[in-house]
């Protein structure tokens, strides 16, 4: 079965201090993945994508098949990635973003 | 440029009461979904469309029936509300082969008492 998991709701780190938003999948086909944010009061969107291989913000995603995940990271955090994190999996077929999401991780900066 | 709009943003229903949501978006995007996001689950898609008259079931489909009649538009109904499906509602829309990129509304807050 497709599945995204993130294992952690909360990740709580200091501004300056490296973040790591762990993400996991099960997909028995070669997997796209994704990762979106939604800021407080903002609508959710598309942060960046593994195809791309974009830093986007600082952050960087890279995609690692052998463990099967897609781990989000940024060496050094801000106030403003205070926000809730989602990892998606997806399209699947025929380009309708049919995308499976994990239950996101809310990341909290502190100064 | 509104993107995508939700209509309504919160409602309260009774049990066994009928409403729909309006998605409406301004992109010219083929393609339309309904996802539903509860505490702990992430979002989870409901139904979606590839093009206007066109639906599909998504992974949890029951209890709710939609309908694009119009490209821009995507409304998702409630015939017989359960507790169950209170729930924050999102609807989404995106362009063909654009891998991953889902544009989405600010969500709509259902309660079924």
């Known amino acids: 079965a497709q599945r995204v998991t993130q294992p952690e709701k909360l990740l709580s780190v200091f501004k300056g201090a490296p973040v790591e938003l762990k993400c996991n999948y099960s997909y028995s086909g070669s997997p796209e993945l994704f990762w979106y944010v939604q800021y407080s009061r903002q609508r959710l969107q598309l942060l960046l994508r593994?195809?791309s291989r974009e830093s986007i913000k600082g952050f960087t995603a890279d995609l690692n098949k052998g463990e099967t995940s897609f781990h989000l990271k940024k060496p050094f955090a801000q106030e403003e990635d205070s926000a809730m994190y989602y990892c998606a999996l997806g399209p699947f077929s025929g380009g309708y973003n049919k995308l499976i999401f994990g239950a996101g991780t809310r990341l909290a900066v502190h100064p | 440029n509104a993107g995508v709009t939700q209509t309504p943003k919160f409602r309260v229903l009774k049990t066994g009461q009928s409403m729909t949501l309006l998605c409406a978006q301004d992109?010219?995007?083929?393609?339309m979904y309904w996802y539903r996001q509860d505490p702990g689950m992430g979002l989870r898609l409901i139904h979606y469309s590839v093009g206007e008259g066109t639906t599909a079931k998504g992974e949890v489909p029951d209890g709710y029936n939609v309908s694009r009649l119009k490209k821009q538009n995507f409304l998702l109904g409630l015939e017989s509300a359960a507790p169950s499906q209170t729930s924050v509602y999102f609807c989404?829309?995106?362009?063909?082969?654009?891998?991953?990129?889902?544009?989405f509304g600010e969500g709509s807050r259902l309660t079924v008492l």
């Open positions: 593994h195809i």
């Open positions: 989404a829309s995106s362009a063909p082969f654009r891998a991953g990129e889902l544009f």
């Open positions: 992109m010219n995007h083929e393609y």
